[in-house]
């Protein structure tokens, strides 16, 4: 069959569009009503944004307070812990060879609930949990990460048993998450919430670290696209065209888990972003991991944002776990790309 | 290729070992490639073919001695600079995604890419030129998994080639190939190495078609290096059977003048002096298993051999299938039917001896006694009297009988095995009674 000599990078300009429009567009969206055009002043920075409307100069800048204060900083977290999450998927599904691998599979994302819990169960770090909350859960996170590639750096280091490992290590997280709920139930309902994930703890500050932390590993994780083609026909193969694999593999499992680890650190746990995002970009721009990387990253961040908008769309007043929504359209989509797929093509060219 | 001194040979093992735990895999080889050499590395699976090919790659470190490639040690190099000398196609590559197959050739290009170097137009005519090559031009916009198995292969050698090294490594590059396509890889392969003075190292099992695309042959056995040579030198009988432990025939093709092998059995037991290679075709009568020592060992020997009816599921009848030979073959528990005691008695008239086997004799197999005794008249034939037929009889006397009549009509009564062995051999190794 012959494949449309596409233009990736064509796409990923369209993707990039979708997400600015798709920011803008959330801006309207909030538990407090602003109407749309006036949000959209309000968001341009515009005077006299509520000129044309009733609305009193005070409430017309406590609008603009919630649209640059609350929503804002909220759509911008969205849209980096979507990239963070996608782009960690597309990494770790490309290093393990295997469709399924995402951050929790491999328990980095329940080493981050592990060291969220640590905070919640034994109050450790009472005077700042702003600070200490996301401190521990990105610890986590990396820790859990470094056992996986300790594994790595040994002899046993083949893709079966990293992926295995990282398996093996996610299960034993969450039986240790389960002994600290028991030990202390009083945190369990803050720790029940954390694990659906949220972006309520967004301010201009933790948006800040989180941008940084991305635009350096995203970066760096976006020029291993000729690796990871080249490891999906197997290392040897990969090794024999002149890639260090047991580096690059090394260097790529870091990298997804301080991506992820910022993620988890301020949202907490948001499933099937990191495991569908890849998989719809290679629907639309194919296989190859130069493009999948980066509009795994894009995918994921209007994939966070669109579940947030429909959030506040169905439930206006009350902010839900976010992760919740993400299971609720990931799940059944992904099941949908499964059988979509074409007839006769592996797992891996979802 | 830049930096290799023209005087150093691609490809150089000094006194390489290696082992895997306890096992051997490479004992002290020592092997030396010209620059433009069609080297073939033969022999039987597990014989270290592979093993040494891992180690040129350098995926597995020898536990002795050195690897140079263009004179520099293997271990000297990194994983980049050896990419650049040394490319490999292994024996499958398993590609799981649709790539387009111009991008895919691109991807052995990796070594000569900076960071943040894309693939310029330079790369994309080396590609389509290599495309073109491996006779892949018109398919380069096709998805890697949407193409035949055949032409993948040859995909994955254009990969190879685009790293455009001076010496190529192939791991059974043809074994799941066809016929018609392992020619054409090979054939390509060969004219590379012929016209852009690439050298090839290649792993093969099928010793014909090392022989007809190889310049030099190296024949590894248990790790050992035990021939090297062009085919027509080394190739031989004696090579074969020491090695493959096969009974072989060489020929040589008349078209190519190249040495070719039709291997026709192994030669599980050693070949007695004076057992008859093709002497037969010797006729088994047995069941329930009494015939199958008498057809394994005669099978052993190099008679060729056919087997009186037997009952499917029958002990003798699986063994027969076993080793080959042919024989009619009745339900199971029934008597002998008409047409199959009529193909019974065609084996009968062209067998050049008989041996009935000490079987147990019911009414169902009756027939294969009484069916003999025109046979035995003109056939040497003979009749294992141990344990005695009375006490094998189930048919109320009746095959006693028959018993008494086949030895009056000249079959020969023997005590086990080793008397008809030595018999046999007698006739075979005697002047030919018959032109049959």
Known sequence: MRLRRSSPWALLGAIVAIVAVAVTLSSFLGTVFIPPLTALRLLLGLPNACAGTSVSPDLCTRWGEIVWQARLPEIVL????????????ATLQGTFRNPLADPFLLGISSGGTIGAAIVFDFHVGQVAPDLFLPLFAFIGAIATGVAILAVA??????????????????????????????????????????LLGSLGNASWPVDGIAVGVLLITGTLLSLFGRELNLMQLGGDVARSAGVD????????????????????????????VGLVSPHVVRRIAGTDYRYVLPGSALVGAVFLLGARDFALLVYPTSLLPIGIFTAFFGAPFFIYLLFRRRAGSPMGSL | MSGTPAAAPPLRLVGVSVSYGARTALRKIDLSVRSGEFVALAGPNGSGKTTLL?????????NAGRVELFGDALESLSILERARRVAWLPQEESPRDDVRLIDYVLYGRYAFHGLLEGDSEEDYRLGHSILEQVGLADRADDGLLSISGGERQRAVLARALAQTTPLLLLDEPTSHLDIGHQLDLLARVRDLAHRREVTVVAALHDLNLAARFADRIVVLSRGRCVADGPPSEILSEGLLAQVWGVVADLRREPRTGMPYLIAHHLTTAPRRPGSGTGFGPVHVVGGGGAGAPYLRTFADDGYSLSVGALHLLDTDAEVAEALLIRGPIEAPFAPLGPEVR?????????????????????????????????????????????PSIAERD????????????????????????????RELRALSSGPPTSSA
Do not use: C, K
């Open chain 1, 78 to 89: 969205a849209v980096i812990a979507g990239a963070a999450l996608g782009i960690s998927g």
């Open chain 1, 153 to 194: 750096v040994s002899r046993y280091g083949t893709v079966e048993t990293l992926l295995l490992t990282g398996v093996a290590l996610a299960s034993l997280l969450s039986a240790v998450l389960a002994l600290l709920l028991l030990y202390n139930p009083s945190g369990s309902q803050q720790v029940s919430y954390w």
């Open chain 1, 245 to 272: 694999v047991r580096r690059v593999r090394i260097r790529l499992i870091l990298l997804a888990s301080l991506t992820t680890g910022v993620a988890v650190a301020f949202t907490g746990i948001i499933g099937f």
């Open chain 2, 54 to 62: 891992r180690t040129v790659l350098g995926f597995v470190t020898p």
């Open chain 2, 342 to 386: 009529e193909r019974h008695r065609a084996l009968l008239a062209v067998a050049r001896a008989i041996a009935v086997a000490p079987f147990v004799v019911g009414p169902s197999n009756l027939a294969n006694l009484e069916d003999l005794l025109p046979y035995v008249r003109t056939t040497p034939s003979f009749l294992v009297s141990r």
């Open chain 2, 394 to 421: 189930f048919t109320g006397g009746r095959a006693t009988q028959v018993y008494q009549q086949l030895r009056e009509a000249g079959a020969r009564e023997v005590t086990g095995m080793e008397e008809i062995v």
